[in-house]
């Protein structure tokens, strides 16, 4: 028997990078995962290689609407919901005083109003059966340090770190834990302009990016009854970066 047979996990952005990490190894724990994205296309070449336990659903984590009908189609597959992992995120810099509306909005979208939505979905489906459940939302270093052209990003995922907080807070008496995880540097898509050999001698204590299957396996914890006595927590996967 494995650690997650019979439970069902939701990961937003589960398409590549972290996400489908994230979605791998909650597979190979037993958990029937569903992954979702904006890309259709993505979405189904990355739920082919979580084989049976996979199925991608089309959704734009912004959208309280498609967060309405994801939770649906899971109820439908599945019957339940155990897991929520707010993962989907974007990336992208500009000075504050050139930064648009619009940009600003487009990242706390995403990212924090797409977290509180997240939570607040996840909690409706998790309540159905009773028997508790694990939040992950998806912050980042950048959610308790931040850097120039950031603005947006970090302001989002300081937000994201602490609305689990209150989150963990409110849903604890419920058998429903919430957890951030803030990695640092990764190596995905969101990365690839940031030179490895460049940045981590410099920033990085242990000299090198992570791997997303390093936040998998964070993800996977938190995930399990393994972690069953925390909530409200910020796990940090940064190789000591923020350590100093
Ligand atoms: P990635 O490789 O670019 O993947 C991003 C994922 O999010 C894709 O599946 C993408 O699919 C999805 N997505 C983007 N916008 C979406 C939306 N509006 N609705 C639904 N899905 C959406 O990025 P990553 O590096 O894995 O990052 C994953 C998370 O980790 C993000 O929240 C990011 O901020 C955080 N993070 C990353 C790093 C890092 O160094 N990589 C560090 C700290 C935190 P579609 O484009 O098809 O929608």
Known sequence: MSELDGKVALITGG?????????????????????????????????????SNGLFLKQDVGSETDWVAVTAKVQEAFGRLDIVVANAGISNASPMVDMSLEQFRTMHDIHLKGAFLAVKYGAIEMRKHGDGGSIILMSSIMGKISAAGYVHYSSAKT?????????????????????????????????????????????????????????????????????????????????????R
């Not at 995962?33 to 259709?40: Q, Y």
């Not at 990764?186 to 690839?192: L, N």
């Open 15 to 51: 398409t590549r990078g972290i996400g489908l990490a994230c979605a791998s190894r909650l597979a190979a724990a037993g958990a029937k995962v569903v992954i979702t994205g904006r890309s259709e296309e993505a979405g189904a070449t990355a739920a082919e290689t979580l084989g």
């Open 159 to 243: 937000g994201v770190r602490l609305l689990a907080k209150s989150a963990a807070l409110e849903l604890g008496p419920e058998g429903i834990r919430v957890n951030s995880v803030l990695p640092g540097f990764i190596r995905t898509d969101m990365t690839v302009a940031f030179p490895e050999e460049q940045i981590a001698p410099i920033a990085v204590p242990v000299k090198r990016f992570g791997n997303a299957e390093e936040i998998g396996d964070a993800v996977l914890f938190a995930a399990t009854d393994r972690s069953k006595f925390m909530t409200g927590a910020d796990l940090v996967l940064d190789g000591g970066m923020i350590a």
